[in-house]
Structures are given as structure tokens and as C-alpha cells.
């Protein structure tokens, strides 16, 4: 069982950025593909990026490539998601997930371990 809490949410103004934290338990964190996911209230949970754990490749939904960049430390068993020029579309619950399976990164399904979310709110 992997243990995944997220942190960095809170209030900006648009144009502004947040970095997003995702912490994990497991010590061979390294070795587990990381998905972000959002939520809005009223609609679906949406991809947001993915990096994956034996090459580091990345992948960004279109809406964010760009502006938003997927990260990892390893040594701190952490995934980051850095978020600039925020829009009021990004405003969301986002959530981490990961799992060590070979899968299609963009669907929330494949993931098995998921965060509890935090709230990130784009003023406009």
C-alpha cells in the first residue's frame, strides 16, 4: 500500500504560479509511474501530466503544455507539478496517483494508489 499526500494548493491570481507537492511512502517511489489528475466542481476528473518511472518521460494534457511542468526528486520520494500563468480554468482539486504497472498514463482508471487532493483556486 502506497500512502500519497499532496500539498502547495491555496489562492492565486491569475498569471500567478503554484508549485505542487506529491509525497509518497513507499521507498522505491522511484520506480512508479505519477499521474496529476484534476476536478472541478460538476465535471469529470481530467488528466493533467504524467511521468513515468524508468525513462522520466513526461506528458501533458493540451490544456496545460506549456505552462505546467512534472518533475520528480527521488531522493524525497516526491513528484512536483510546477504551475504557471494559472488560469481561472485551472481551478480545481488536483490529485496525485501512481502505480507500477505498464498503462495508458492518461486514464484515471490505471492508477491504483491516489492521493487525498488539494484545492488550487485561480482568482480572476
Known amino acids: 500500500q502506497v500512502q500519497l499526500v499532496e500539498s502547495g494548493g491555496g489562492l492565486v491570481q491569475v498569471g500567478g504560479s503554484l508549485r505542487l507537492s506529491c509525497a509518497a511512502s513507499?521507498?522505491?517511489?522511484?520506480?512508479?509511474?505519477v499521474g496529476w489528475f484534476r476536478q472541478a466542481p460538476g465535471k469529470e476528473r481530467e488528466f493533467v501530466s504524467a511521468?513515468?518511472?524508468?525513462?522520466?518521460?513526461?506528458y501533458y494534457a493540451d490544456s496545460v503544455k506549456g505552462r505546467f511542468t512534472i518533475s520528480r526528486d527521488n531522493a524525497k520520494n516526491t513528484v512536483y507539478l510546477q504551475m504557471n500563468s494559472l488560469k481561472p480554468e485551472d481551478t480545481a482539486v488536483y490529485y496525485c496517483?501512481?502505480?507500477?504497472?505498464?498503462?495508458?498514463?492518461?486514464?484515471?482508471?490505471?492508477?491504483?494508489?491516489w492521493g487525498q487532493g488539494t484545492q488550487v483556486t485561480v482568482s480572476s
Open positions: 496517483a501512481a502505480d507500477k504497472g505498464t498503462f495508458t498514463v492518461r486514464v484515471a482508471t490505471m492508477y491504483t494508489y
Open positions: 513507499e521507498r522505491t517511489f522511484s520506480r512508479y509511474t
Open positions: 511521468i513515468s518511472w524508468s525513462s522520466g518521460n513526461t
